[in-house]
């Protein structure tokens, strides 16, 4: 019965011919399919790892401000009087931006450099960039009463330069308080600075009105401006800029990841990432360098 039983087993599982050649199609196929899902899924995992790598390095050479995408001319440092200097000339001597503008505000408020030494009072002013100028540092001799004339002049400026100033200068404005002061300044960080008057405008609160009384109380340096680097720049430092945003930011990397650097920012109008128009207020704070 058991010997019955097996052989009747054995020729439940018998195949034919017929169906050993199609089994092994089938097998075929499954082992094709198979190969066909996971070469993608390679090549997708291949893709998002040196997309993690490209993403981790920019993340590593980020600046810490966005001041320090403006460019530094390589100038040759030159004798100076640091109590005479206007932005540009901070700049050709070697310093940051963002050592420039502090160096520019502290003068502004009224501060008087007595002795080389006094440089290092400058919030960002590191001993190495002192080092650096320090043997070019041609102070004039000033009296006790030139430096109360020199403080007196710039305490009670006759307008406040807007890309300068604090929340303190500002509310000394007729008509801007605390809060409108923080608004601005908030803003001007996200552009990067202001290029015109009428970008005030642009500020919650700020109604034409109040921009046309206070015009003649306020000038705006345009070189004061620090641009992005879009061939360096982070989808968060894109998109976090007023005039860019999430879908501009996406197009820009997306353009940069195919064509690797940008030659000009002239190039984002060219592939239609941005028109033209939206481009005439967004040139001034692009830059590839």
């Known amino acids: 019965m058991f010997k019955t039983f097996l052989k009747n087993l054995s020729d439940y599982f018998e195949f034919s011919r017929s169906e050993r050649n199609a089994s092994i199609l089938i097998i075929v196929l499954i082992l094709t399919c198979c190969i066909a899902l996971l070469t993608p899924l390679s090549k997708k995992e291949t893709v998002q790892n040196s997309q993690q790598a490209i993403k981790k390095n920019t993340i590593e050479n980020k600046d810490t401000t966005r001041f320090k995408n403006k460019i530094v001319p390589s100038n040759s440092p030159h004798n100076f009087d640091p109590n005479k200097l206007d932005y540009n000339e901070c700049i050709t001597l070697g310093l940051s931006p963002k050592q420039s503008k502090n160096l520019i505000s502290y003068i502004y408020a009224g501060g008087v450099f007595k002795k080389p030494e006094d440089l290092l009072k400058i919030y960002s002013m590191d001993s190495a960039s002192y080092n650096r100028i320090a043997p070019y540092i041609c102070l004039v001799s000033i009296t006790k009463d030139t430096t109360i004339r020199i403080k007196k002049t710039q305490k009670t400026p006759s307008t406040i330069e807007i890309n300068l100033a604090d929340s303190s200068d500002l509310e000394k404005i007729s008509g801007i308080g605390p809060i409108l002061a923080k608004r601005i300044l908030r803003y001007r960080t996200l552009l990067g600075g202001y290029y015109k008057k009428e970008q005030l405008l642009e500020v919650y609160g700020i109604k034409p009105e109040l921009l046309e ?77």
């Open 213 to 289: 009384q206070i015009l003649t109380k306020i000038t705006i340096d345009s070189n004061i401006i620090s641009p992005i680097n879009i061939n360096t720049a982070t989808y968060e430092q894109l998109a976090s800029h007023p005039y860019i945003k999430s879908y501009k930011a996406k197009g820009i990397l997306l353009l940069r990841n195919n064509s690797k650097t940008f030659s000009s920012p002239n190039e984002l109008i060219k592939n239609k990432i941005i028109s033209a128009e939206d481009f005439l207020n967004l040139k001034r704070y692009l830059s590839v360098y």
